[in-house]
C-alpha cells in the first residue's frame, strides 16, 4: 500500500496525549503502518553502557494528519 505521508513530511497529531503538536517524520514503517515524528512519544530506556536515552516511539498512521508533504525527489532522466 503507498502511504501519502513519507520521511520528512510535516505531520500533525490528530489524538492520544500529544494530540495538536506538530514535527516532521523521522521515520515511516509501511509493513505495520506506524510512523516516528520529531517530539512525539518521548520514551525513556536505560542501558548499563549509555545510561538513560531519550528516543521518539512508533504512533499509528491513522493518528497523525498531513501538514506539509515532503519534497520530492528529482527524477532521473534516461538517455
Known sequence: MKLKIRKGSKVEVTTGSDKGRQGTVLEVNPK?????V???RIQTRHSKQ??????EGYI?????KL???AAAAPKKKSS
Open 38 to 40: 520529531e517530539g512525539v
Open 50 to 55: 549509555n545510561g538513560l536515552t531519550k528516543s
Open 32 to 36: 505495520t503502518m506506524r510512523v516516528r
Open 67 to 69: 501538514v506539509e508533504a
Open 60 to 64: 499509528d498512521y491513522s493518528n497523525v
